[in-house]
């Protein structure tokens, strides 16, 4: 009988599935049959087949014909060895399969790129990291122009890369993702990078390195820089929102005036600048008493008591002193400045001059006056 994709499929999965052709074994449990099809099982191994299989993410696929294939130190495993695939020529194709149905039941995504020639190694990296939780969305790339294609093609998590290989090498790796200005952590796992090598690798820009020989350090490294780069990512985040607002606060026209419980004033944008005709310089960490004539002292130890009491002060009209010493009515919001944990340590003012706004309530007030004088001079 002929096995076609669905069936390598099933296999892969580990499904109850007997096909009375060959000796196959997944998981440990062997399917009994006879016959030999190896040629079937080599021409269903092709990237065709596996396209068509790429929605399986792992479970992986032994034959044995007729016997257990020997042990080998550098690739015996639990589940089984790849020299019993590789006799089927196999080896990729059951190790992406392998590698990817996993993902499928898996929690934690992780999307890593891997930059290795080795598929062998890039199994065992995978593996190590579905053993720790991590569903493994993974690409194996192995030349500066495929790194290249994979960085501009879609987000990676991580980046994890050998150091040595025929047509490409951790180095030259390394100075393609630090050209690419992306921030995902950068782990070299090599089986032949010296110590010191691997210290100038790390002062070069890379995150950590881990040798192939002591695979069990990768995992712990991972979470370290993952959870290194969250925190990288929300700090940039931060920034950006500070920036953002501190934008809009330099550029507003309104006078905004940060000062503490004491009245030391600790920010001054570019609208009090016009306003009061300070410059930041000259106001930064001065009392903002400075502004207040001296017929309303009690105004600014009134206002603060009140922010303290965690009063927001809504359309507050006064007049403040200009440098030149001039007057200019304002109408002015006011309200508390937290800090992380709640507790207020200062206030935050916006204040617009109502100058106009108030001489033209004056005129219009003279005129209402002068219409009534005129009307009760002009009665009998």
Request: hydrophobic share 40%; charged share 25%; proline share 3%.
């Amino acid at each position: 009988m002929r096995l076609e994709a669905q069936d390598l499929a099933r296999l892969a999965l580990g499904l109850d599935f007997k096909r009375t052709a060959a000796h196959f074994a997944i998981g440990g449990k062997p399917l009994l049959g006879h016959a030999c099809v190896d040629s079937q099982l080599k021409g269903l191994a092709t990237e065709r087949t596996l396209n068509c299989l790429g929605h399986f993410h792992s479970g992986l696929l032994y034959h044995r014909v007729g016997h257990r294939a020997p042990r080998r130190s550098a690739l015996c495993f639990e589940f089984g060895v790849l020299s019993g695939l590789r006799s089927l020529n196999l080896t990729a194709s059951a190790l992406w399969i392998r590698m990817r149905l996993t993902s499928m039941v898996m929690p934690n995504p992780l999307r890593v790129l891997i930059i290795e020639d080795s598929v062998d190694d890039t199994f065992f990296i995978v593996r190590e990291l579905q053993r720790a939780g991590y569903n493994v969305d993974f690409e194996r790339v192995e030349t500066p122009a495929g790194m290249q294609s994979a960085l501009q093609g879609r987000t990676w998590d991580l980046i994890i890369s050998d150091f040595s290989m025929p047509r490409f090498g951790g180095a030259a790796a390394l100075a393609l993702y630090l050209q690419s200005g992306q921030d995902m952590p950068f782990i070299l796992v090599s089986g032949t990078m010296g110590e010191e090598i691997a210290v100038e690798m790390v002062k070069a820009g890379a995150h950590h390195y881990v040798m192939k020989d002591n695979l069990a350090k990768l995992v712990p490294a991972v979470s370290r820089e993952l959870q290194a780069a969250e925190q990288r990512r929300i700090y940039r985040e931060i920034e950006a929102a500070q920036a953002y607002l501190a934008s809009i606060v330099s550029s507003c026209h309104d006078a905004i005036i940060g000062k503490t419980l004491q009245g030391i004033v600790v920010s001054w944008n570019s609208g009090a600048e016009k306003l009061y005709g300070y410059t930041a310089e000259e106001m930064l960490g001065q009392s903002f008493t400075r502004l207040i004539p001296q017929y309303r002292p009690e105004e600014l130890a009134e206002t603060m008591d009140r922010i303290r009491n965690n009063e927001q002060i809504e359309q507050l009209e006064t007049v403040r002193l200009r440098k030149d010493g001039t007057p200019v009515e304002v109408s002015v919001v006011i309200s508390a400045i937290k800090d992380r944990n709640g507790q207020i340590i200062g206030a935050s003012s916006v204040s617009r001059d109502i100058s106009l706004r108030k001489q033209e309530e004056n005129e219009r007030l003279a005129l209402i006056q002068e219409l009534t004088a005129a009307l009760s001079h002009s009665r009998p």
